[in-house]
């Protein structure tokens, strides 16, 4: 019986995925690709290729989601939105949206979930007599800082939340976005409160628009660093993922360049490939770096004892072997020419103001 052959589609301008790819472990139905189809929509031109963003809302019943990882410095974050239309190619997070029955492909940066009430929520998780203060994340799965944020505003709701209630919280984006909340995080800063981490992966722009095509350029986001500095806001910037091959030669460079744009610190991450985003880098290494696919693959093999991904607690962040130790002896040396230090941002808890929530017996008092 003749095997019906799967073809890789072009890549999708302003889409960072090449597929809604099925190589998933949940229910999500197969969508083959064959030929025909390809050509048909080759004939349609660019109108059939364009995929518009979906945004559900989504109303949980809880907001703060607690882990126990040795390998990330807080135990506790929030995530406003699910999905992401950053796009970048190489999201940890894109497995997630297979929870919902959609692909981590397409579906991930196309089909987006947002909690209007989150800040809600906090308040009244805050104002609970057992709940005791320690830093949140926010951004540490979709950045809270997508494009979306500018319609819905619930990152800037929750840092509203957590300047009345003086708790602090750390924030991750790749955007530069978060300057729209100078002020919310000025005032956090001036207690002592935040720290902001600007992810930055490349200064190549083209490189920009393939891995992470709708995220604000590099550009933007180290302008960000230094308008934040001068509002006197910590900022750290992080260097994730580095992707052997394609990126890797350029860690010097980012660092003198956080360093110019006045961040305090610098750290590495190796791409990680968890689950189905191993296959959907591979469909965008076919697509994009043909030339170079076995060799980026084979170098991430050599950090991941062989694998594609290694999930394991304290390796999983730094990698191993060789490359991983020459990684990370290259950051520490351009990070010292550059006066530059690891993050070691230590956000106070003792000014924390539990809320009182409308309704309940302490808003009588």
Known sequence: MEQKQRLTPPALKGRGAVTNDDSHRFNLPSRDVDGDWLDEREALGDAARKLRTQVTVESPKSILSFNTSPDIPFDRSINAYRGCEHGCVYCYARPTHAYHDLSPGLDFETRLFAKPNAAQLLRETLAKPTYRPAAIAIGTNTDPYQPIEKRYNITRQILEVMLETRHPVGITTKSNRVIDDRELLAELASLNLTAVAISVTTLDRKIARLLEPRAPSPAKR?????????????????????????????LEALVAAAADHDAQSVSV?????????????????????????????????????????????????????????????????????????????????????????????????
């Open 222 to 250: 180290l302008q960000a660093v230094k308008d934040l500095r001068a509002l006197g806001i910590p900022v750290h910037v992080n260097i994730a993922p580095v992707i052997p091959a394609i990126t890797d030669h350029e």
């Open 269 to 365: 991450i190796p791409v990680r490939l968890p689950h189905e985003v191993a296959p959907l880098f591979e469909q965008w290494l076919e697509a994009h770096f043909p030339d170079r696919k076995n060799k980026v693959m084979h170098i991430i093999a050599s950090l991941r004892s062989g694998k594609k991904n290694d999930p394991n607690f304290h390796s999983r962040m730094k990698g191993q072997g060789p490359w991983a130790k020459l990684l990370h002896h290259r950051l520490s040396l351009a990070a010292r020419k550059n006066g530059l230090g690891k993050a070691k941002f230590s956000l106070r808890t003792d000014l924390f103001q539990r809320p009182i929530v409308r309704g309940s017996q302490m808003e009588l008092f």
